[in-house]
Nanobody
Framework: QVQLVESGGGLVQAGGSLRLSCAASGSTFSFRVMRWYRQAPGQQRELVAA???????NYADSVKGRFTISRDYAKNTVYLQMNSLKPEDTSVYYC??????????WGQGTQVTVSS
């Protein structure tokens, strides 16, 4: 059974940085795409960044130039480097992975809080 485990969340001051990690276990294959979503209280879950198996990336406009998504294919791990954090980045961040059968997997989420 595939499991995604996020780590790296926490409390940081505005302007600071955090690096989120998401390690996939229980899978012998790589994923077609890996993504980071976030959801703030009372808001819909939104896509933050995605990276495909070919290395293509895309970002939400709100994080372009500040966040970087990357993958370690050997470790089946995806990262989200978050710089110049703003209070509005405060959310629970979720890792998501899609396989080649178009099944989706989700992590449990990690809280990121940015204080002003």
């Amino acid at each position: 059974q595939v499991q995604l485990v996020e780590s790296g969340g926490g409390l940081v001051q505005a302007g600071g940085s955090l690096r989120l990690s998401c390690a996939a276990s229980g899978s012998t294959f790589s994923f077609r795409v890996m993504r980071w979503y976030r959801q703030a209280p009372g808001q819909q879950r939104e896509l933050v960044a995605a990276v495909t198996s070919g290395g293509s990336t895309n970002y939400a406009d709100s994080v372009k130039g500040r966040f970087t998504i990357s993958r370690d294919y050997a470790k089946n791990t995806v990262y989200l480097q978050m710089n110049s954090l703003k209070p509005e980045d405060t959310s629970v961040y979720y890792c998501n992975a899609g396989d080649y059968y178009y099944r989706e997997y989700w992590g449990q989420g990690t809280q990121v809080t940015v204080s002003s």
